[in-house]
């Protein structure tokens, strides 16, 4: 059972202080407060968790300061839509917005190769009118001898060049809690002008203690990859891990999965879970089709199967896509096959647009308010 507490109580407060003491006389019954610090207020959610059967919401409704209850449905307990729930199913990061009611494309360099390059692209970006991007520094390769990604030597231009450019928010992997601190203090160094989505890749779904390092900290929010050889219900419970920890600014990414059935594609393109993960959570959906793809290849239409599968994946209401593109990819560094060419940018985001109108009236037909 969740207790949502009206907006804004102070921990210090008698009434809040009287609740927790109530609270703890509960037998087997362990109160774990988890705050939600929103643009405009703070709300307290208080998870009772243990031997909850005989708990019943009317209990409780009365008690100091509770304004809603909730009864907990599912597994992932903080992230998890139950029944009933009104708790947000959004967040806003650095100005932008990220909710299962809206869509922002990431598209840029699957890894950071030159600071030429990285300039180009988010040139690009914002005559282009996009405010988010992403840029790996830290690469996880199958191959030890393999590039591993400029690291955080490659940071401080791409912070400053995000500022220039007026970039708003970078998806950046991490695959170890230092590079946390690193990022921090790249940021620090060049006066904070952009913001980062710390993105936890497929290779390190279930990497539990960089769950909890991404979930301890609260400054940035963090783009989880479902993992690619797991159930959707152990990816949803690695969110989950982000959550518990305090962070719950958490985009839930599909990105294929590992399989031959789904050759020639590098990954089995898994967008059919786009309304499954926003029925089952209140996180927004990402797609990321070039790693779901893994080539430029083209249908028989012309169009390339990496714009189909995102078209396919904003018809039916994802919130991000993630893309690989690169001003040369010739010279890209890491996945040089799936990188789209800078000309490509204005098609993708007016396929985006079309797709996306789709969807909208697709729920106009069904009576659904977008
Ligand atoms: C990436 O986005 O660069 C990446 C490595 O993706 P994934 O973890 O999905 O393979
Ligand atoms: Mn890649």
Redesign the pocket.
């Known amino acids: 059972m969740i207790l949502i507490l009206a907006p804004d109580i102070s921990n210090d407060s008698g009434e809040y202080q009287s609740l927790i003491t109530y609270l703890k006389t509960l037998k087997n019954i362990e109160a774990r407060p988890h705050i939600v610090k929103g643009k405009e207020q703070t709300l307290t959610e208080i998870y009772l968790v243990g031997d909850t059967s005989q708990l019943k919401a009317d209990d409780f409704k009365d008690l100091p300061c509770v304004s809603n209850i909730v009864k907990i449905s599912k597994p992932y307990k903080i992230i998890g839509k139950h029944a009933d729930d009104k708790r947000p199913t959004e967040f806003t990061y650095n100005g932008i917005t990220f909710s299962q009611d809206n869509i922002n494309i990431f598209a840029g360099l699957?890894?950071v190769s030159t600071r030429e390059h990285v300039e180009s692209m988010m040139k690009a970006l914002k005559e282009n009118g996009q405010q988010c991007t992403?840029m790996?520094a830290y690469?996880?390769r199958t191959s030890p001898y393999s590039f591993q990604g400029h690291g955080k030597n490659c940071l401080p231009y791409v912070f400053e060049l995000a500022g220039k450019y007026d970039i708003k928010v970078i998806?950046m992997?991490i695959t170890h809690e230092d590079h946390i601190d690193e990022i921090n203090e790249a940021l620090e160094l060049t006066g904070n002008p952009t913001g980062v989505m710390l993105?936890?890749?497929?290779?390190?779904t279930q990497n539990f203690e960089l769950l909890k390092s991404a979930g301890k900290q609260t400054r940035f929010p963090v783009l989880l990859?479902r993992g690619?050889g797991i159930t959707l219900e152990e990816s949803l419970m690695a969110a989950e891990y982000l959550a518990s920890e305090g962070n719950s600014n958490i985009i839930f990414?599909l990105?294929?999965m590992k399989t031959n059935m789904g050759d020639p594609h590098r990954n089995f393109v898994d967008f059919a879970h786009i309304p499954v993960v926003k029925r089952l959570t209140r996180m927004p959906v990402c797609i990321?089709p070039?790693?779901s793809v893994g080539t430029l290849d083209r249908g028989a239409d012309g169009i390339t199967d990496v714009m189909h599968v995102t078209a396919q994946g904003v018809i039916s209401g994802a919130n991000m896509i993630?893309i690989?593109f690169h001003p040369e990819p010739t010279k890209a560094l890491?996945?040089a096959m799936q990188a789209n060419t800078i000309d490509q940018l204005p098609v993708l985001i007016e396929d985006v647009n079309i797709a996306r109108e789709a969807y909208l009236k697709r729920l106009q037909i069904k009576g659904i308010k977008p």
Do not use: M, W, Y
Request: aromatic fraction near 4%.
């Open positions: 699957c890894a992403r790996g690469k996880p998806a992997e993105q936890i890749g497929t290779r390190n990859k690619f990414a990105r294929g990321d070039s790693h993630l690989d890491v996945d």
